[in-house]
């Protein structure tokens, strides 16, 4: 499987959550949006796809003002959906888009700890 330029496999069946977090410049804040919307559209429909979050930072001085939060079945689903040709097309838009100042931070993780309301931890 190949993956795109600067994505690590995640090469795992267990659930795993995507954090990317962007540096947008707020005034390119409704374009982004709607590039990262047409990348979420080919996310939807791929096997293994849970949901996605895209956060805003409250303040406008945010060095990161957008981070996707996405979970997936498996690292393996996401390594899968990440070689689909259009949503390669649809990063290779965002990164090309003359009108967009995009720094993104991409990182695959593992739930380490998970506490809940309640909990004990010791």
Known sequence: MTLPAGHTASSTDQPVTLINAFSVPMSQKDRFLSRWKDNARCMTSAPGFI??????????????????????ASGTALDAARTDPEWQQSIQRMNNDPELDVTARPMVYQTAIDVAPGDTLP
């Open 51 to 72: 949901r996605a979050r895209m956060l805003q930072a409250v303040s406008g001085n945010a060095e990161l003002t957008f981070i996707n939060v996405a979970e997936w």
